[in-house]
């Protein structure tokens, strides 16, 4: 079973920046997209960014400029940049893997908290 294991969130300040990490148990080159998912109070979960394993990125228009994902597959690791954090970036953050063959498989890890206070 693959596991994915976020860390990196944590309580900061609007304006200041944090760099998420989802450790995956496997080679993430057998994954063909790794994202980053978003769960803000009241609303449900938005894909926020992905990257696929040849190193195609696409993001959610509110982050773009303020968001990077990046992969080291050597590492297992997935990051996600976050810069010029706002009140309303504030959620759960959680890291996804897709298989899409030989059917559609997605792996979730349990989150890491961003609390970002004006």
């Known amino acids: 079973q693959v596991q994915l294991v976020e860390s990196g969130g944590g309580l900061v300040q609007a304006g200041e920046s944090l760099k998420l990490s989802c450790a995956a148990s496997e080679n993430i080159f057998r994954f063909n997209v790794m994202a980053w998912y978003r769960q803000t109070p009241g609303k449900q979960r938005e894909l926020v960014a992905s990257?696929?394993?040849?190193?195609?990125?696409n993001y959610e228009d509110s982050v773009k400029g303020r968001f990077a994902i990046s992969r080291n597959n050597a590492k297992n690791t997935v990051y996600l940049q976050i810069d010029s954090l706002k009140p309303e970036d504030t959620g759960v953050y959680y890291c996804n893997s897709r298989i899409f063959l030989p059917s559609p498989m997605d792996y979730w890890g349990k989150g890491t908290l961003v609390t970002v206070s004006s």
């Open positions: 990257i696929t394993n040849d190193g195609r990125t």
